[in-house]
């Protein structure tokens, strides 16, 4: 069992930072390939980017490659993503998930999920 818990979201300026960060509970923290997830009102759950167990290639969505950056510190049981020079179009709820299998980007594999952060971009 792996309970998440994100923090760190808010209001940001568009060209501005923000970093989003997930705890997570658990002995096995380090065996479990870690996404963030994002939904805007009226639209699915997109997959933002994923880092595999063991320390595997980062995956990013298009849409956020070259400004998202995720990472995770297996020490304190902790995932991050930065968000650099968000823009309107980043305006969502911001989700940790946790999954044993070594890689995927679809929501339904994933077996644990936070409760969101909500993240708005004004222009």
């Known amino acids: 069992q792996v309970q998440l818990v994100e923090s760190g979201g808010g209001l940001v300026q568009a060209g501005g930072s923000l970093r989003l960060s997930c705890a997570a509970s658990g002995r096995t923290f380090s065996s479990y390939t870690m996404a963030w997830f994002r939904q805007a009102p009226g639209k699915e759950r997109e997959f933002v980017a994923v880092?595999?167990?063991?320390?595997?290639?980062?995956t990013y969505a298009d849409s956020v490659k070259g400004r998202f950056t995720i990472s995770r510190d297996n020490a304190k049981n902790m995932v991050y993503l930065q968000m650099n020079s968000p823009n309107p179009k980043d305006t969502a709820v911001y989700y940790c998930?946790?999954?044993?299998?070594?890689?995927?980007?679809?929501?339904?594999?994933?077996?644990?999920w936070g409760q969101g952060t909500q993240v708005t971009v004004s222009s």
């Open positions: 880092l595999p167990w063991g320390g595997g290639t980062t």
């Open positions: 998930a946790a999954t044993k299998e070594y890689y995927t980007t679809t929501p339904a594999r994933y077996d644990y």
